[in-house]
T-cell receptor, first 112, second 115 residues
Framework: QKEVEQNSGPLSVPEGAIASLNCTYS??????FFWYRQYSGKSPELIMS????GDKEDGRFTAQLNKASQYVSLLIRDSQPSDSATYLC????????????FGSGTKLNVKP | DAGVIQSPRHEVTEMGQEVTLRCKPI?????LFWYRQTMMRGLELLIY????????DSGMPEDRFSAKMPNASFSTLKIQPSEPRDSAVYFC?????????????FGSGTRLTVV
């Protein structure tokens, strides 16, 4: 079992819809969870962090965390074609807040 | 802030040659990370430094790989001798830790091709 698992996609949604991206992780000691966006040929960029169970909203983005189920998700409301990218989930390793496992990423296509 | 600066952006080299990748982290960030990204294996952590000290090099694939951080503003990743299977995009990232947050800022990457 991989430490962080994501559906590779592609996930296709129409413009204006809600895109839901999911991630599961194996280390019950993990405390920090991040979402990165990576455009093709570019480097990953940090878009959201979440540390506590529940929802965290930032503009059109909402991160959701359920530690009991070892599940973290990212919702993108009012999806735009410019949101088309690969979204990477990152989970810290145990109690090491500096070291992260990355999922393989979910490719999102937002169709105009 | 100029962000994390990596050089070169692209490197094409012949098998057996030495390759040196360079990174300048964001000023004030105390942690620096070297990652490798391939289609097959995704993002893999090779090594990370905290306050210029190597903390975890368990991801370094072989003795052919070495990394140094002689000061807070510069790090190198060296591959000697290089092999075709080393072809990948190598990213450097830095973070501010507890004080500035644990999220990474990535550099633009170095695309390495070993022929």
């Amino acid at each position: 079992q991989k430490e962080v698992e994501q559906n590779s996609g592609p996930l296709s949604v129409p413009e204006g819809a809600i895109a839901s991206l999911n991630c599961t992780y194996s280390d019950r000691g993990s405390q920090s969870f991040f979402w990165y966006r990576q455009y093709s040929g570019k480097s990953p960029e940090l878009i959201m962090s979440i540390y506590s169970n529940g929802d965290k909203e930032d503009g059109r983005f909402t991160a959701q965390l359920n530690k009991a189920s070892q599940y973290v998700s990212l919702l993108i409301r009012d999806s735009q074609p410019s949101d088309s990218a690969t979204y990477l989930c990152a989970v810290n390793i145990g109690y090491n807040f500096n070291k992260f496992y990355f999922g393989s990423g979910t490719k999102l296509n937002v169709k105009p | 802030d100029a962000g994390v600066i990596q050089s070169p952006r692209h490197e094409v080299t012949e098998m057996g040659q030495e390759v040196t990748l360079r990174c300048k982290p964001i000023s004030g960030h105390n942690s620096l990370f070297w990652y490798r990204q391939t289609m097959m294996r995704g993002l893999e952590l090779l090594i990370y430094f905290n306050n210029n000290v190597p903390i975890d090099d368990s991801g370094m694939p072989e003795d052919r790989f070495s990394a140094k951080m002689p000061n807070a503003s510069f790090s190198t990743l060296k591959i000697q001798p290089s092999e075709p299977r080393d072809s990948a995009v190598y990213f450097c990232a830095s973070s501010g830790g507890r004080r500035l947050g644990y999220g990474y800022t990535f550099g633009s990457g170095t695309r390495l091709t070993v022929v």
